[in-house]
């Protein structure tokens, strides 16, 4: 098996390491480095990465990643997993999506050596992580105030990705082409196979998120033979694929009185929210244009007129079933035990 270098340390099959992989200082002076942690066995096999926080204030991920790694039971029976909590460091010191440039990270990708700082951050991610890597789990959340359900976003016509993202296990998969600039677009390119999870919201950790999260990563290296099954288990991994998605925006100013949630199933017409004047006035309702079910949704109940109010995923299947699918799997996820999901 081959020698594994990433930021100039050598890890060796057998070896368990965390490393300190350096990137531009900050203006004070001060070091800047990304906390990698290596899990290598002696036994050949795929090598993956799990990354959390590429936005910065995305934190649902960096606990998924935490709790995953302390489990008594993860255990790396073959290849390598290379988890790296924080990517966008200097956003996570700042509490912001964005890097200090103000630059978006997840569009900055592949980077590169010589551009803006963001662009070398990419490169420098692409360079030691992303290269030596058969496949990828990218974590996020919805942005600040805006809750996604747990959903993975992935290629979907790409088979073995569709393979892999129905055996992650969230509720909804969402076929989503590659954005300009992401890392996820960066590492297809490199031949990596890129699942994306997007779930709560962000600088919160929501705890249904976490664990179906957590959960997924389980699932997904259990099938590629790198963890040990415990026991078998016979449950029904149902997924619910969705080809498209919409938003439905605000069509008034307002104060905004919800009746819908997450993973709520609506209806053509279904009034998913009333915006009212200050005075008590209702202005206007807001209608789904089309059935489907939550996936996203808007936090602050003060809108202006055009702003995204509710991601609406649209499914083949018939949408009582994704929203039934959703509430057991609530229900049961919050139940578990962690050390049981393994
Ligand atoms: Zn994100």
Redesign the pocket.
């Known amino acids: 098996m081959s020698m594994l270098t990433i930021g100039g340390h050598d890890i060796r099959p057998g070896e368990a390491i965390k490393i300190n992989l350096p990137v531009a200082k900050l203006y004070t002076d001060t070091d800047v480095s990304l906390p990698v942690y290596i899990v290598r066995s002696k036994k050949p096999g795929p090598t993956i990465f799990v990354s959390a926080a590429?936005?910065g204030d995305?934190l649902n991920g960096i606990e998924v990643i935490r709790r995953l790694i302390n489990m008594k039971r993860f255990k790396i029976t073959s290849g390598t997993f290379i988890a790296i909590p924080m990517v966008n460091v200097y956003g996570v010191v700042n509490q912001s999506?964005y890097l200090p440039d103000r630059r978006d990270l997840?569009r900055s990708f592949p980077g590169s050596a010589k551009g803006s700082l963001a662009a070398r951050l990419a490169h420098t991610f692409i360079k030691e992580i992303v290269a030596h890597c058969d496949y990828g789990i990218d974590l996020?959340?919805g942005?600040i105030h805006r809750s996604n359900l747990p959903q993975i976003r992935a290629d979907l016509a790409d088979e073995e990705t569709l393979e892999l993202a129905k055996i992650f296990g969230a509720p909804v998969l969402l076929h989503s082409n590659v954005l300009d600039g992401s890392l996820r677009e960066a590492a297809v390119r490199n031949g990596t196979k890129v699942l994306l999870y997007?779930a709560g919201e962000a600088l919160r950790f929501d705890e249904f998120s976490i664990r179906v999260g957590i959960k997924g990563i389980v699932n997904v290296l259990q099938h590629l033979k790198m963890l040990q099954k415990s026991r078998e288990r016979k449950r029904k991994n149902e997924h619910y694929i969705a080809y498209s998605s919409g938003w439905v925006r605000a069509n008034a100013s307002g104060v905004v009185s919800h009746y819908f949630e997450l993973g709520d199933r609506v209806k053509k017409g279904d009034i998913l929210a009333e915006i009212g004047s200050p005075i008590g006035e209702t202005l206007n309702k807001v209608k789904a244009n089309k059935g489907g079910v939550i996936i996203g949704k808007q936090n602050i109940p003060l809108v202006q007129q055009g702003e995204a109010m509710y991601h609406i995923a649209f499914f083949k299947e018939h949408d009582e079933q994704v929203s039934e699918r959703i509430g057991s799997l609530e229900e049961q996820t919050n139940a578990e035990d962690h050390e049981e999901l393994l």
């Open positions: 590429v936005h995305e999506r997840n996020h959340t942005a997007e």
